[in-house]
């Protein structure tokens, strides 16, 4: 299994793109700015998409992607969600406003998105690869993925503040291997984490000291302007983890 990086930060400006991952060819996990980097015959092989929350920089590609891909294709593009996040974006997005209604058009019998809801601790099995989402606490519903080669397993933690079910889900996993994890505010800025639902290098080390396995960190979706700084406090609060700033492109094999 192969998990390329198409966004991993928490806005756009120069090289930065909002949360995308692509596993092996046909599923993205969100579909923030990242999603914009593929071709049209990448976006024509996806068949799924896992959304973690209804923001706009993890999610606001996806009504283009279909747009882009779906006369091209057979069947509509699935989209696992938490059942709010869906109500939110059939609300919001996909309401002939913002957005047609892809969920019953171009015709009603063949529509280009076709929901289907998760709760965090299912799984999703597609061709021998799990998919498992996972507790996060969030300014709005969210949940986190844990991606399961059978080898190997990748967690991404999504946006949260310190969500203690999330690390004893992670306890749980035999084969833990990257852990993609937010720390969007530096620590003199935990009120604004805590009124957002983000994590601190502070609230990072809480949550380490939960964490029973070794693991690769990855930090992602550092606040624009701040990576710096954040990335220093990350380095002091999470040393014994040796935690490696995430780029775009950047490739994980499991
Ligand atoms: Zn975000
Ligand atoms: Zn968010």
Same mark, same amino acid.
């Given at each position: 299994m192969r998990i390329t990086t198409l966004g991993c930060n928490a806005s756009i400006t120069g090289e930065l793109r909002t949360t995308c991952y692509l596993v092996d060819d046909d599923i993205l996990i969100d579909a923030g700015t990242g999603a914009g980097e593929l071709s049209l015959a990448?976006?024509?092989?996806?068949d799924t998409v896992f959304l973690t929350h209804s923001h706009l920089d *993890?999610?606001?590609?996806? $009504?283009?992607?279909a747009d882009a891909a779906g006369s091209f294709r057979d069947a509509p593009l699935t989209v696992y969600a938490l059942p709010e996040t869906i109500a939110t974006l059939e609300e919001h997005m996909l309401n002939n406003k913002l957005w047609p209604d892809y969920t019953v058009q171009p015709m009603p019998e063949r529509p280009y998105i076709r929901f289907r809801p998760i709760l965090a601790g299912e799984t999703v099995e597609l061709g021998g690869?799990?998919?498992?989402?996972? $507790? !996060?606490?969030?300014? =709005?519903?969210? =949940?986190?993925?844990?991606?399961?080669?059978? +080898?190997?397993?990748? /967690?991404?933690?999504a946006d949260t503040t310190l969500c203690e079910d999330f690390w004893l889900a992670l306890?749980?996993?035999?084969?833990? +291997? *990257? @852990? @993609?994890i937010e720390t969007t505010f530096r620590n003199d800025n935990a !009120?604004?984490?805590?009124?957002s639902g983000h994590t601190t290098a502070n609230l990072l080390a809480?949550?380490?000291?939960?964490?029973?396995? $070794?693991v690769? @960190?990855?930090? /992602?979706?550092?606040?624009?302007?701040y990576?710096? =700084?954040?990335?220093?406090? /990350?380095?002091?609060? !999470?040393?014994?983890? *040796? $935690?490696?700033v995430l780029r775009r492109g950047h490739v994980f094999e499991l």
């Open positions: 990448q976006s024509i092989a996806i *993890h999610c606001g590609l996806l $009504p283009m992607l690869r799990r998919i498992t989402a996972l $507790p !996060a606490r969030h300014a =709005v519903p969210c =949940v986190g993925y844990r991606i399961d080669s059978g +080898k190997a397993s990748l /967690v991404y933690s306890n749980r996993i035999d084969n833990l +291997k *990257h @852990l @993609l !009120a604004g984490a805590a009124r809480q949550g380490l000291r939960l964490l029973e396995r $070794p690769e @960190l990855f930090i /992602v979706h550092m606040e624009a302007g990576e710096e =700084v954040t990335m220093r406090e /990350v380095l002091q609060a !999470a040393s014994e983890y *040796h $935690p490696q």
